[in-house]
């Protein structure tokens, strides 16, 4: 749950449409993300102020976007969690966004 | 053992720990706090304790979100879910941790509805995906998640998805803090302080620890080089007698926090007038829950929680631990009746609480010299 996991941004679309009325405050947005090879989707709209494009990196909590990082920054955070031996958590984790390899 | 060259720049770490060893050259002793349950795990995995001066001691803070849950909360999220119509869901984390009667994980296998979500929005998929039950999402974690339940709640709420609520657990990590500093028995000289949730608050929330208890605090990140840098930063400042907020983690962290986080957790959330913490006892203004717009989002609205309390097993020594007062071996039951495979206490289920990280790594001192000790 802790863990920031980097991902690649690959295409960003809109989750859903805004209910009547309430277009201007609420236009919540989602991106392709891969991860170690594995794409999943994720949640930008804690991004809103700073929206990441296809090509940026981001690091994710809880399967929503938290900040944007360098490439570098995304590579040296996949070897601090290689390191920690975390990395099957976040790849459990990152396969689990979706619900599609869980329950 | 780890080989030397998978560290970032083992030149820079190596002259980084001279420049310790120059710093805390003194009779002085230095008391730190990391603050994140996450550090506490790196600064054992990586063994940042064997090149680190003897007179350095790290004081392992309450940064853990597992950790300082109260095992009556656990019991009211689980009573909730006896209803054959609700759905359990929680983060993995949650799914080991014990309540009186066992954990999620136990309940589950007795035929509760009980299931792991990686994402606050996967568990209001779940409650798209099963109209005909209630979903409830037991939220844990400090400002680095309550944002993503936020979110999630706005989503509930224009979707108008009502076979959804959230029973709000989340933290924040500030009045712990304030807690900790006005603990009777805690002497500690500065902090290291958290990377993730700063991601979010930013450093501002800081600065009444430089101001007003003139303690130097130092925002971290993970890597090995991160926390013994964070380390220099905050000897150089004990040495100056000054009292700074610094950041070494500029590369994630912004000054002032993410701005869209902090506006989604204002939206939906208020400050509770107390919350009870795991080995902290109760503390004011500590904990958040949803706000009146968000009553039908709220388990704890629309469903009667006993309010289950639950004092930790006596011999059980969490709270010392928990406030820097004990270390993990200190405790009755560490390493006997409390271990990772059956943790007594929250500290030793996660991998982020100390103990459990205690456990798993400083018995292999013994056996391996870590790779650290040998650049540095």
Redesign the interface.
């Known amino acids: 749950m802790c863990l920031a996991i980097p991902g690649k941004i690959i295409e960003v679309s809109s989750l859903i449409s805004a209910p009547p009325g309430q277009e201007s405050s609420w236009s919540p947005s989602s991106a392709l993300v891969e991860v170690a090879g594995v794409r999943r989707r994720i949640d930008l709209g804690l991004l809103e102020d700073d929206k990441p494009v296809p090509g940026d990196w981001v690091l994710i909590h809880v399967g929503f976007a938290m900040s944007k990082i360098s490439e570098q920054d995304a590579a040296d955070q996949m070897n601090t969690l290689r390191m920690l031996g975390e990395i099957d958590g976040a790849m459990q984790e990152v396969e689990g966004y979706g619900l599609e390899d869980v329950n | 053992m780890?080989f030397v060259d998978?560290?970032?720049s083992p030149e820079l770490i190596s002259k980084t720990a001279e420049e310790i060893r120059r710093l805390a050259g003194s009779e002085r002793h230095y008391r730190m706090m990391e603050v994140c349950?996450?550090h506490t795990?790196?600064i054992y995995?990586?063994g940042l304790k064997d090149i680190l001066p003897e007179n350095i001691e790290l004081i392992h803070g309450p940064g853990?979100?597992?950790c300082v849950l109260p095992m009556g909360r656990i019991d009211d999220g689980l009573s909730i879910a006896q209803d054959t119509n609700v759905i359990f869901a929680a983060?993995?984390?949650m799914m080991r941790v014990p309540g009186t009667q066992g954990s999620p994980l136990e309940h589950k296998a007795r035929g509760m509805d009980v299931?792991?979500?990686?994402?606050?929005?996967?568990a209001l998929?779940?409650a798209r995906?099963n109209p005909d039950k209630h979903v409830m999402f037991f939220a844990?974690?400090f400002e680095?998640?309550a944002?993503?339940t936020a979110?999630t709640l706005?989503?509930a709420r224009?979707?108008?998805i009502r076979n959804f609520s959230v029973f709000c657990n989340h933290v924040t990590i500030i009045p712990a803090m304030r807690a900790i500093l006005a603990s009777p028995d805690m002497r500690l000289e500065a902090f290291i302080g958290p990377?993730?949730v700063s991601?979010?608050i930013g450093c501002r929330p800081y600065e009444w620890i430089a101001k007003a208890e003139h303690k130097p605090i130092v925002v971290s990140g993970?890597?090995p080089l991160d926390i013994l840098q964070s380390v220099v930063m905050l000897l150089r400042q004990l040495n100056a007698s000054e009292a700074k907020v610094e950041n070494q983690y500029k590369?994630?962290?912004?000054w002032e926090g993410?701005?869209?986080?902090l506006k989604?957790m204002a939206e939906v959330f208020e400050l509770r007038p107390y919350f009870e913490w795991r080995g902290l006892g109760t503390i004011p203004q500590s904990a958040l829950s949803l706000r009146e717009e968000y009553a039908e989002w709220d388990t704890e609205r629309r469903f009667t929680v006993p309010g289950i309390r639950v004092t930790d097993p006596k011999a059980a020594q969490c709270g010392e631990v928990l406030r820097g007062v004990l270390k993990p071996r200190q405790c009755k039951l560490f390493g006997r009746e409390c271990t990772p495979e059956r943790p007594v206490g929250a500290l030793m289920v996660s991998?982020?609480g100390s103990c459990a990280a205690y456990y798993n790594y400083e018995h292999r001192k013994a056996t391996a010299p870590s790779a650290l000790t040998m650049i540095a």
């Open positions: 780890r998978e560290f970032r349950g996450g795990h790196a995995r990586f853990c979100p597992v983060f993995g984390d299931r792991i979500v990686y994402s606050p929005s996967d998929k779940l995906l844990i974690g680095t998640t944002p993503s979110l706005m989503r224009a979707e108008g990377g993730h991601t979010v993970f890597e590369r994630v962290v912004p993410n701005p869209a986080a989604a991998s982020e």
